[in-house]
């Protein structure tokens, strides 16, 4: 599924940023995290909302 690459990818940008040296998150990338996430929370509330939970 689309949303767990999503996920993966945002977790190794993350230790990448953590731990790696020199490592250095650009605009794009940046911008590109930023809609994904913004899908993935619209995604999850759709999900929500349709079982009422």
Do not use: C, G, H, P
């Not at 599924?1 to 250095?24: E, G, H, P, V």
């Not at 899908?39 to 939970?53: C, G, P």
Request: net charge negative; proline share 0%; glycine share 0%.
């Amino acid at each position: 599924m689309k949303y767990s690459k999503y996920l993966s990818q945002a977790f190794q940008i993350r230790n990448n940023t953590d731990y790696a040296d020199f490592f250095i998150v650009t605009k794009a990338e940046a911008a590109d995290q930023y809609e994904r996430a913004v899908e993935f929370v619209q995604k999850l509330e759709s999900y929500v909302n349709e079982r009422d939970v």
